[in-house]
């Protein structure tokens, strides 16, 4: 029995008139996935002609600024030789008269010394920005999550005893050792570490410093697998983020540090480096009780 051709044409149009439709919603996906795309490789330009242009102006300044620096110690050496000599002369001078000359001098002495800390402070900041936007050339390589992890905070706890007056701030570390080998630039995620420890260290000793004893910082690194990804997660006791500042903090240049402290380019470094593994960084707070930055990275297992 043959079909009734109507009914056959009806079928066609039908068959057709869906696969028309299932190829519409293909294309929308891919059009949605083509955007998302696009949106990242925009962002990501931006940020690496950022870093160029970081690294070019601070290049160039560097060494204006270096004369600026030696040309103002040699004038505090100046000052201090001629106030020699005249304190040699005193017997044929005019007392009065040298005693103006000796506090004038003694005002130069004095503005040349300002020229010379605030110089290094200029220096102290282009070294700061020329060390972010220095990267290492991205390539990736497997190794031992956890080991990673654990050196890098070290680095980072030497340095905060390196520098002046730091409190000694509690760090503990737990490490899952499900999180095994991971496939990654080391040289960058090693810095990204660094980078959040070295934020959450000057946090809570921000803190210490007005809360008074009682106050103990704490700064907890942890390490975690959950199937195809690696969570890392760095907590203090800090004073925390408040909302409104949130988005801000990944900003180039924002920073709430005094200057020649900080420069603002660590977490705009640290979410350059966390997308370029195609990953997510983000961050959890509760002001006046802890801040919480979370990384997650895709990590398919690659055995031990
Ligand atoms: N753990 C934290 N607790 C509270 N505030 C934080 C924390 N981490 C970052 N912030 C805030 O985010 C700002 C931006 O941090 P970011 O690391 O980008 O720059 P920075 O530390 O100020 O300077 P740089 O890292 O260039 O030396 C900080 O100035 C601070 O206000
Ligand atoms: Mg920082």
Redesign the pocket.
């Known amino acids: 029995m043959t079909e009734d051709p109507d009914r056959a044409l009806e079928r066609r149009v039908e068959a057709l008139t869906s696969e028309l439709q299932h190829k519409d919603a293909e294309l929308a996906e891919a059009r949605t996935r083509l955007h998302e795309l696009q949106r990242q490789l925009m962002d990501q330009e931006k940020l690496a002609s950022l870093g160029a242009l970081t690294a070019g102006i601070a290049h160039e300044l560097q060494n204006p600024l270096n004369f600026v620096n030696n040309f103002s110690e040699l004038s505090s050496r100046l000052t201090a030789e001629l106030e020699e000599s005249l304190r040699k002369l005193s017997g044929r001078l005019d007392a009065e008269a040298l005693g103006e000359v000796l506090e004038l001098l003694e005002d130069l002495r004095q503005n040349s010394q300002r020229i010379t800390a605030h110089g290094k402070r200029a220096s102290d900041i282009i070294r700061?920005m020329l060390r972010?936007s220095r990267r290492s050339e991205g390539t990736r390589s497997r190794v031992d999550f956890n080991t990673l992890i654990r050196e890098s905070l070290g680095l980072a706890v030497q340095g905060l005893k390196g520098r002046a007056g730091a409190a000694s701030v509690e760090t503990q570390s737990e490490l899952d050792p499900a999180v095994g080998t991971v496939e990654l630039v080391v040289g960058d995620i090693g810095r990204l570490l660094i980078?959040?420890v070295?934020?959450?260290f000057?946090?809570t000793v921000q803190k210490q410093q007005q809360a008074g004893a009682g106050y103990v910082p704490r700064v907890h690194v942890s390490t975690r697998r959950d199937g195809d990804t690696v969570e890392l997660r760095v907590r203090?006791n800090?004073?925390?983020?408040p909302e409104h500042?949130r988005e801000k903090?990944?900003h180039p240049f924002?920073?709430?540090?005094p200057a020649g402290?900080?420069?603002?380019?660590?977490?705009?470094l640290?979410q350059e480096i966390v997308q370029e593994h195609q990953g997510e960084l983000r961050v959890e707070?509760q002001p006046g009780d802890y801040?919480e930055?979370i990384i997650t990275l895709p990590a398919p297992r690659l055995g031990a």
């Open positions: 700061t972010h980078n959040i070295d934020n959450a000057y946090a203090d800090g004073p925390g983020i500042l903090l990944f924002f920073t709430t540090k402290v900080g420069t603002g380019l660590g977490l705009a640290c707070s801040a930055f």
